[in-house]
């Protein structure tokens, strides 16, 4: 399967300020996605990113908050925005490739902690 | 709307004695099932899915998964635990025609050497 990066792998950040996280994939995916896990929580899609276009956003999550990019076929940005203390997370980009259509595979994750 | 349920928070198996991780699921249409493992400071790693045929499904590290359409379920089986499997396990579904994938709250497990 695709090998995925993401960066920072941490951070602590203050309240009131953004963070963006990287993604990059060792190859072309058809489909990049966004996930927040809360401490001791289950895994929830934040939004699906499209390349060359606006991402989609699930119910609860808006772009002014969680503004994405994808540039090309292997990259995709996630920032928080304003962060609070209920920002602190593990991040995870998730992308589906053409030859695994119906399965998606994790990035490591981004935890972050806002204080 | 789609829903997991994972009723144990955790299992507890000794070294060695077999292993069930429970998952109910709740989709319109026919489900894509899968479950995925998450050790530690890592990221998400997929085991198995489920997406039509044999209802018993192989994957990697030796977990199987049975697919049952009457139940609603898709319990997650090992026949000899080991330790290095001690680790949080995630139950997905995903409705067939949309890309969301849908995990339930995870189930803890603890094998014991």
């Known amino acids: 399967s695709a090998v995925i990066s993401q960066k920072p792998s941490r951070d602590i950040c203050q309240r009131g300020t953004s963070l963006t996280i990287q993604c990059q994939v060792d190859s072309q995916v058809t489909m990049m996605f966004w996930y927040r896990q809360q401490p001791g929580q289950s895994l929830t899609l934040i939004a699906t990113?499209?390349?060359?276009?606006?991402?989609?956003?699930e119910s609860g999550f808006v772009i002014d908050k969680f503004p994405i990019s994808r540039p090309n076929l292997t990259f995709s940005t996630l920032t928080v925005s304003n962060m609070s203390p209920e920002d602190s997370s593990i991040y995870l980009c998730s992308v589906k490739e053409r030859e695994r259509p119906y399965e998606q595979y994790f990035g490591p994750g981004t935890r972050l902690t806002v204080t | 709307a789609q829903s997991v349920a994972q009723p144990e928070d955790q299992v507890n198996v000794a070294e060695g004695n077999p292993l069930t991780v429970k998952c109910t699921y709740s989709v319109s249409g026919n489900p894509y099932l899968f479950w995925y493992v998450q050790y530690p400071n890592r990221g998400l790693q997929f085991l198995l899915k489920y997406i039509t045929g044999d209802n018993l499904v192989k994957g990697s590290y030796g977990f199987e998964a049975e697919f049952n359409k009457s139940q609603t379920s898709f319990h997650l089986k090992k026949p000899s635990a080991l330790v290095s499997d001690s680790a949080l396990y995630f139950c997905?579904?995903?409705?067939?025609?949309?890309?969301?994938?849908?995990f339930g709250t995870g189930t803890r497990l603890l094998v014991s050497p």
């Open positions: 997905a579904v995903r409705a067939t025609g949309f890309q969301k994938l849908v």
């Open positions: 990113a499209n390349q060359g276009s606006e991402a989609t956003y």
